[in-house]
Structure formats: C-alpha cells, structure tokens
C-alpha cells in the first residue's frame, strides 16, 4: 500500500504552470465593475497599493500548503509586462504604513488605481476556529484614505474564505476577488485586470 513510486521524469513544469494560470483565469469572480472601470488598458499608467501585491498568497497552510513551481507576486508579472505603475505597500500585518500626505502626493499622476486587501495566512488556517469574518483594522483604514484621495479605484480581494465584503464593495468601483487561486494566482489576476480573460467566476459562498 506504501510503495514508493518512481519519480516522473520528464515534466514540462512550464506547461504544467501555464495549465495553473488558464484554470485560475476562469475562477477569479468579478463582483462590481461601475461605468466599466475595469479592465484597464495595458498602456495605462496604474498606482498599485497594498501588500498583497507584491506579497503573493495563493495557497493556505497546513494540508493547503503547496511548493509551487513559480510564485510571482502581482508587481513581479506588471515588471515581466513592461507596464507603467508605481507600487506602495500602505500596510502590513500590523500598522498602517502610509499616509495621507504620500498618497496626495500621487493624486493625478495615474489614470487607474488599483488596491489588493486580503486575509493573512494565520487569519484562516486549519486547527482552529477564525473569530472574525472582517478584513483587517488597518486595511479598511487604508481603503478609506484611498477612498478620500482618489475619485475612482479597482479593489482585489486575496482571501481563502468568506470575509465581510460591504465596505469595501461600497467603497470601491470595481472589485475582484480571486480567492486562494494556486501558483498561477497572480498572472491570472493580471490577465483579468488587464482585459486579457474574464473574470467570469461565480462565489461559492454569500
């Protein structure tokens, strides 16, 4: 029963990858899109906020833990694809790491503006029972200052369960949530920002 078999030599882990972007392609769910904000244009000029752009989570842990071939972070594909952006952080685990003035400062310079929240791998984990279904203080206290400087903004949601969605769906133009979306996760969620696929998904929670 514990027979331990053969290494498969041979694989095309490149196109296994490219197997893992076309499939998480067609699960990311586009909940709000006002006057068409989405998609943008591969020529825009486009501020990426947040630290779930350039800190990839595309899998849980525990038993949803997975070694991944590739795991390129959102700002990793825009810098593959050549696009004009300028990335901020504005968050981390614990504070907020932007302010007012920083984000006034780059008000009119973008034509698109685009915000990643999300839960952390030890908000929702194996083992134990999660004791909140909100979005983190300091990420709804950044949505609100993006909210207050700019006049329009997409939001993509990074989560691998349900999460209080209201103020941010209240709040934003457009919103995106790719849920845990394996390692083609963020190729996948540029592709469907960019008008390359569909973000066509359906939620399987409400």
Not at 70 to 79: G, Q
Not at 154 to 172: C, D, F, H, P, R
Request: charged share 25%.
């Amino acid at each position: 029963k514990f027979k331990v078999k053969p290494y498969l030599e041979n694989l095309d882990l490149d196109e296994l990858h490219s197997s893992a972007v076309n499939i998480a392609n067609e699960t990311m769910v586009l909940v709000k899109n006002n006057n068409n904000y989405l998609p943008f244009n591969e020529k825009d000029n486009v501020l990426v906020l947040g630290y779930f752009a350039n800190h990839a989570r595309f899998v849980g842990l525990g038993s949803g833990w997975v070694n991944a071939y590739k795991h390129e972070t959102f700002v990793d594909v825009l810098d593959k694809k050549g696009t004009n952006y300028k990335f901020v952080e504005c968050f981390d685990e614990n504070k907020v790491t932007v302010s007012y003035e920083e984000l006034e400062q780059l008000k009119g310079k973008y034509n698109k503006v685009i915000l990643f929240l999300g839960q952390y791998h030890y908000d929702e984990s194996e083992g134990y029972d999660r004791s909140s279904i909100e979005i983190r203080p300091q990420q709804l206290e950044v949505l609100r200052m993006v909210k207050n400087v700019f006049d329009n903004f997409a939001t993509v949601l990074v989560s691998g369960s349900v999460v209080n969605i209201k103020e941010i769906y209240q709040t934003s133009d457009s919103m995106m949530i790719t849920y845990l979306a394996g390692e083609g996760q963020s190729e996948a969620t540029y592709n469907n920002v960019f008008g390359l696929s569909n973000p066509s998904g359906r939620l399987p929670e409400t």
